[in-house]
């Protein structure tokens, strides 16, 4: 019987940087606030909280102390958030992940140049929040196809950008099936043209490069525990790709949620999560596979 962590998973550099910037301030102050759940992983929060990391709003800003600290995590947020802070004499700890600055400055200079901004993406998550503050709120949010081919005006130029944790595929399909559509609007010029139309492909390497190693994964293993934050959107996408390949994938927050019926009759148990799963949880779950939940042979 063999348990295995697989290799690929644990937190991309984003998120890593985000917690080195957390726990390298928290050894100059004893308490730091971090703008939202500074990771989706509810075991990682926790041990950040012991260390002094406390989970804020931008409606507690008020409340707080001239002075404290507010760290932005790896999604960043809109540019409000930082007038917000300067109002009330906070001082803001910026870990937004560079790959997501760089998403947020291309949509600005689109914006800027009176673009009609749609993102891929799902409406409440903190880093679409933080996309459409850019565009002072004018961008579009289309969390599918569906919503896609509701979106009627294009009298604008039109540009579809991406959350950087959405799936590739169905980015590329929402794509192709908006320039198809946009064809039949045609721009009244003299040379009747079809309506602009770009499509920038803004996902985030660290995920979609992680497809293929996962699905190799998957595959190898009898059953794939996957271990993510249930609020992780990057987890639910590798947790149904693991699906895919495997039916046997089971997917947990904490150990104490495994189930022994799940590991009757195998011979291997990958454990694996998302980007913003934690590497001594995933030793944990081994751990505690290995301890309690291995049926032992009797002679
Ligand atoms: S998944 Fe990519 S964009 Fe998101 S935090 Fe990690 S490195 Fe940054």
């Known amino acids: 019987m063999k348990v295995i962590i697989d290799k690929g998973a644990g937190f991309c ?19 730091v606030y971090s703008l939202g759940d500074i990771i989706h992983n509810t075991a990682e929060v926790k041990r950040l909280n012991a260390l002094g990391l406390e989970t804020v709003t931008v409606a507690d800003f008020p409340k707080l102390e001239k002075g404290s600290k507010i760290l932005i995590r790896a999604h960043g947020e809109p540019p409000s958030t930082y007038s917000e802070a300067l109002k009330y004499g906070l001082e803001i700890i910026d870990a937004t992940c560079p790959v997501v600055t760089k998403v947020q400055e291309r949509i600005r200079k689109f914006h ?23 565009t002072n709120g004018d961008a579009k949010i289309i969390k599918n196809l569906e919503e896609a081919l509701q979106v009627t005006d294009f009298s604008k130029p039109t540009v579809l950008f991406s959350q950087t944790t959405m799936d590739k595929s169905d980015f590329a399909v929402i794509a192709a099936k908006l320039r198809e559509k946009i064809q039949e609007f045609v721009v009244d010029t003299m040379e009747n043209q079809a309506a602009e139309f770009h499509a920038k492909d803004t996902i985030c390497g660290q995920v979609s490069g992680r497809e293929k190693k ?38 947990i927050e904490e150990k104490n949620e495994l189930q022994k019926e799940w590991f009757e009759g195998v011979q291997s148990i990958g454990i694996t999560g998302a980007t913003s799963t934690p590497h001594w949880l995933m030793s944990d779950i081994k751990n505690e ?11």
Request: charged residues 25%.
């Open 13 to 31: 550099w984003g998120v890593v940087r985000a917690v080195d910037f957390a726990q390298n301030e928290l050894k100059t102050s004893p308490k």
């Open 112 to 134: 800027l140049k009176g673009f009609q901004i749609l993102i891929f993406g799902k409406k409440d998550h903190a880093e679409v929040i933080g996309l459409k503050g850019v």
């Open 214 to 251: 996962l699905r190799e994964f998957a595959q190898t293993m009898d059953v794939i525990v996957f271990a993510a934050g249930k609020k992780s959107s990057n987890g639910k996408v590798l947790f149904n790709i693991c699906k895919e390949e495997n039916p046997r994938t089971y997917f």
């Open 289 to 299: 596979i290995e301890l309690n939940y291995l049926q032992t042979e009797v002679f």
